[in-house]
């Protein structure tokens, strides 16, 4: 342990992310004032975000490495989604509340259908029918319901005409409050749990080096500065950029913003199925939609009432909750159902391709 | 056993029951006819009908032991939602067609939600995780998903505005009987389930001092006339009360009459919970909806009809509908998964608040 | 082995089956032509396409055992649903697109709700609980519940007035298409599927005598050829029986058309239940599920497209879809649940009662 301090504080991987984040944070700056083609900018400041994201991921690790596994859970569900949460700011700072509206959806629907179906596809193929039913995954799908199920209520309650309709800012409020008192509650609990799963499968983590605590730190601002920007950019670049491709603003939200935004985590769910440990993989792919669900969707409502953005409510088009609603149950049947093979990862491909496509026409 | 038949026949708590139950009648009854401030007579009724409802819970409980596990259980699902019928039998014939249908369904949700959430909360913070998965939680939970969703169909006829619409309160009648001649059909599997589960968790009967049956039948006889005519003060003082503390009608029947109605069987479900017998209170908790279903519901609307009331039908508004669909898949998904901790106890509770919050404005 | 070929190539069952099939057709068609009332007509071809219906299963399992198990999968997939398949194109061709869709759903709501409630109620009755927990029996439920999931994404983007309402031809035929991939995805692992299950529960097969292959190939043309004339007296007696008989089109579709279709795989899903062979019943009464949905209902879509008859489209009505979302999501949990009872049969069967009445009023 005490010699990897002493070698290269900085790995290849590190360095070439790095590099990279820079590079193309120069490219999406210069795009942006020197107003390149939109579609150019688009794309540079799409992997610049992407990187930056990476790069948050990667100082958060090592930050948390010094705190211990708990704080690691805590500060990854804090600042895992930061990039995300910019872009959100942005863009509903600029009235695009439909494209947020989109994303947020579409994260969890590209999480729980693509995905999953990628991780189900790449693991069946390689090691056969793969087993799901532990306890954790069980315990998160759950969760996973759960929270799904609050976040929709204010949109029922609006295309039911229920009395709650004229005072769905307050309800959305007052849901956004309950989500986050729901997450803090849970925030014990996923500490305790990571505290446990570090003895597990945790050895992937001594090839990594570790970091100054200084250098974490730096890092994460300077990342969390950049994404601030580069966020901007990105959303400046989104609507000339959709309009160019002539691609509807629920499509760009629902697939591009959501997978650009979860381009990392769904990577690496991916790679955990391929080298055949399914369970933490499912894990991995579900956490994203609680934290999307007990977090960036409560405080993006409370920001957006605040700081007196463009207003977002949790009243999302009844095509994007009918969607969540059949990908929550779905991938709660699976979990429970305790295994997968491939010809389900296929299947939920299928109906990702099936619910995008009827976004296609805006 | 010899022995505790000579001793007192009615135990303290008996007692204390009892002249609870007596005094606040009298004073619901004296609040009446001297109209009192109305929020006073609907406390006071209120808490008669719970006391009443407590005494004919324990008469039924005496008698069975007479008559055997499954009488019991016939009579109790007979008798158990006795002090409820009344209730809503006056609301009916006060017109109050929109607070019996709320309550129906506020006692479903406030039993799959709140109560299960308060069990799975105390439960797993004084037990840790806790099992579900015996063969009986699972067979009652596939029942109370199947009841429930014959119950729905009419609303659902209703909405997507089928043909069958302008027939609905003689499709209500033809479900109503179609739900009463499952629960016929369930009567002898439920008696043998009880014959077989007195064996096992039945030593807390023992504590209990026998009544002889006289004492049981007039109990039962003078503790149900007088639910009769508390109901009756109780309906009468409903409607002022809601105005006085400015509660919506819909309110008032999903939280307030629905907590108010099952508060004796919620209790015991928690106390079980509580004593680590989780599976035991699921079941408790789960038979609650099953009797409202296929019992409570079909009877109403077939007395409404039959005796010329407000017209019932099943045709209940949207927004309850849907909170219902979502609260019996969430029960039948947690029953299935085999386990509770109390995060997910939270999350029920949490869901019942979202839920409740959305008909605050009415 | 040998000496069965030597003995009557055709044994009894054969011969009754071809006898009634060759008489039910000579009688439907004389009625046909004769103009005799469309009542008796309607009987008569529905009986004549049941017979053939049987009569195309029994030729395909015979020429399956030449070409091994795996190829007898696919055939039976491929033309298994032949006789409802020219039942759909005649009725498209007289512009009924109405029944079509009811027939559609009313064949996975048959199978789903009445067969199966069937199968577990004669199975329970018989045997007791049953036992469905095999991996077969979750993955074959597992495909259902996604593949239905796809084929009701066009409906409901429909009603919701998506964006993708004037287009939804097109969406439609994507749909299809999307679906058909996964079908044919779908058939190396049930080809493997059938190979290890032929070594189980195959013992039956011994005591058919095998057709040579002549024959069996003959009798698959001449009960194709006739499927063909007979469906088309079928669809023409339908329209004027169900004036007769004062009966809805959509009522006939989802009830009549849908038994009647599928009479054959019903049957034999209940005697497989009453043998005592729930796993192996639950099996082939799910598959007919996926089958429609996989297969039938795309081809159809197709079809009417390119050959110009009335326009399918998957945009269903919304009573249907919904029915059609309980039915599914029920027979997953009581798949997942991996048990049933007789009680369980009843009230899938009361469920289906209570759809089928919201249907008759037309």
């Excluded at 120069?26 to 794309?43: C, D, K």
Aim: hydrophobic share 55%.
């Amino acid at each position: 342990m005490d010699d990897e301090v002493r070698e290269a504080v900085l790995n290849r991987s590190d360095l070439v992310l790095l590099g990279a984040a820079g590079i193309l944070c120069v490219l999406a700056g210069v795009g942006h004032y020197a107003e390149w083609p939109s579609v150019l900018r688009f794309l540079l400041s799409g992997g610049a975000v992407t990187a930056l994201a990476a790069l948050v991921g990667r100082s958060v690790e090592q930050l948390g490495d010094r705190l211990g596994a708990g704080a690691t859970g805590v500060l990854q569900s804090a600042l895992g989604n930061l990039p995300e949460l910019f872009i959100c700011i942005f863009a509903l700072k600029s009235g695009l509340v439909g494209v947020v509206q989109a994303a947020l959806i579409g994260s969890i629907l590209a999480n729980l259908l693509l995905v999953l179906g990628a991780c189900f596809l790449v693991g069946g193929l390689r090691h056969g029918t793969q087993k799901l039913g532990s306890e954790r995954a069980k315990s998160i799908s759950m969760l996973m319901l759960l929270s799904v199920t609050a976040l929709v209520i204010p949109s029922v309650a609006h295309w039911v005409h229920s009395p709650v309709e004229p005072h769905e800012k307050t309800f959305s409020l007052i849901v956004s409050v309950i989500l986050l008192a729901l997450f803090a509650l849970s925030l014990p609990a996923s500490l305790r749990r990571d505290e446990q799963s570090e003895s597990g499968p945790g050895q992937e983590d001594h090839e990594v080096p570790r970091w100054p605590i200084t250098l974490a730190v730096a890092m994460l601002a300077v990342a969390g500065a950049a994404a601030a920007f580069v966020s901007d950019w990105f959303v400046d670049a989104l609507t000339p950029a959709m309009d160019a491709l002539n691609v509807s603003e629920a499509f760009a939200g629902l697939v591009i913003v959501a997978i650009a935004g979860n381009a990392i985590e769904n990577v690496v769910g991916v790679q955990l199925a391929a080298r055949g440990q399914s369970e933490y993989a499912f894990s991995v792919v579900l956490n994203s939609p609680i934290q999307i669900g007990l977090v960036l969707a409560p405080v993006l409502v409370i920001v957006s009432q605040v700081f007196g953005l463009a207003t977002l409510t949790l009243v999302f088009s009844p095509m994007l909750v009918i969607a969540l609603i059949f990908a929550v149950v779905l991938a709660a049947f699976i979990s429970i159902d305790g295994e997968s093979n491939w010809l389900e990862g296929a299947t939920l491909i299928a109906l990702y391709a099936v619910i995008a496509t009827s976004f296609w026409w805006g």
